[in-house]
Nanobody, 127 residues
């Protein structure tokens, strides 16, 4: 059973950058579609980005397109989320999630598609 651990969160000024990492153990990221979600208190957890395992396709929520990039580092068994031009509204706890490789179509932005979750890392963007 894969375990996912996020790191890289912190406090950054508006316009700054952070790189989040999702390290996998007990399984290889090759086998899992890995997504990033985020959540602020009182709101639903929302999908940010996903890298699909089958063909490497990447997906982004409209509110991060052009600013965030998801990538995989096989050597470190890690998926990164590079976040540039951060805005105060990006402030949230960011979670990575894993869905085992499957032939069925992945609805990447639905929480229910993912079986494995990390504990989250806090990102705070000051104005």
């Amino acid at each position: 059973q894969v375990q996912l651990v996020e790191s890289g969160g912190g406090l950054v000024q508006s316009g700054g950058s952070l790189r989040l990492s999702c390290a996998a153990s007990g399984g290889t990221v090759d086998y899992y579609s890995i997504a990033w979600f985020r959540q602020v208190p009182g709101k639903e957890r929302e999908a940010v980005s996903c890298r699909r395992s089958t063909d490497g396709s990447t997906y982004y929520a409209d509110f991060v397109k052009g600013r965030f990039t998801i990538s995989r580092d096989n050597a470190k068994n890690t998926v990164h989320l590079q976040m540039n031009n951060l805005k105060p509204e990006d402030t949230a706890v960011y979670y990575c999630a894993g869905a085992p490789q499957s032939d069925k179509r992945l609805r990447w932005n639905l929480k229910s598609e993912y079986d494995y979750w990390g504990h989250g890392t806090q990102v705070t963007v000051s104005s």
